[in-house]
């Protein structure tokens, strides 16, 4: 099967510590030139597409709001989709993205959670926990347990979708990667089947396990989180689909001699 | 096999809504009047003995504080008994039953968590997190989905207790009814066996199958947040031991019958 399309991940394929990798600019470039699709799909849940965009600006990139597919974009995508007004337990910084459905003096009939940090209080959750009783589906951006922070690893998103899915005994509706129904959103945008679309990532798991699962080809590069073995998961189980090179200028190479 | 101790729930038991119910003070007068020994045991998460014991003074009961087991006495006691420095996430007016625990400068090697509503924060949250990857035990009173309030249902602890299982990957001891540790406890105290003890209760899970589960009998009453048809539970499984009955007079009316 020939590759059409292909997903990039964001940090650690593309740039880390905001500067682009070595000939990550230029993998880019030779896609374009192959005329290939080109998508970026990122769980980043703490920035708005306007914010990652610019930031991406500033390192040579030039991406185009349609190509980023982002969880909280995804949710909002469905809750435009769906016709739901959402209550919103997320951080300031992501409130933006949402601005446009959050109806004054609507009820709300969705809850959608990010990964909200200090900003997740009780006052907050125990109206969502009320909704949620009420029918409303919870939408979340990730089930992540925990991040490293400077002084330790900190409580993520996961925890407190678990707390509501026990309160409330529903499950949440997971966006971002690895939910096969991401990757289908962005596979969808390019107007090519599953399996002519490439994802490359630096996770093991979320980024490459998840596409494959998808439905997808997937590319783990030995850049950003990656560590030594990570290739071992995906070798033992996808060995047909799922292969892993050095680095996103190997996975172009690879992806060429496929198209 | 002859009953030699009685424990008694509170509320809905002995009294509701701050006045004794009929024939509840006669009934522990008569209980005391055959030489049985009597305990008192409650899940209320958000009250000191102190004040349990003043309030029920008022009512007429007369009640010492080693008669009386809570959750978070039982707490209270494991972490004497364990030699552990709490790290405490309760409500307010809980924190005096563990004022002689919390030493100043002492890392605390376990994490207790109580029904504490709004207090409930992240920052709370967090450092108990990264305790209990450090290996702490997580010792819960209990792990409720939600309580009623006036204006509707309201998370309680178990959301919490189930959040932070969830990110450290572990699983929380949990005190209180229907735990049989719990009970266990409070029949030790009275130097019998749990075979010759009963326990009294309105709620037919927690109170009544939870004592049977743990080895004691059990006596269910129609007063409290009894329901019609609760009994049915207790029949179907437990014919043997369990019994309902349409108060405390008429439960300890039995109780002097198989003494």
Redesign the interface.
Known sequence: MSIKAVLFDLSGVLYTDDTALPGALEALQRINNEGLHIRYVTNTTRSTRTSIISKLTKMGFHIDTEELFTAPSAIHDYLIQKKLSPYLIIHPDLEEEFADLVAANQHPDAVVMGDA???????K??PA??YL?EGAPLLVMGIN??FKEAD?????I???V????????IKAIVFGKPAATFFHAAVKSTGYPPEETVMIGDDVQSDVIGALDAGLQGILVRTGKYRAGDEKQLINQYAINGHCVDDVSAAVDWIIDHK
């Open positions: 940090g200090k900003y997740f209080t009780y006052e959750l125990n926990f009320r009783i347990r925990y330790g690893l900190s409580l993520d996961g925890p407190f678990k707390g509501l899915e026990y309160a409330a005994e």
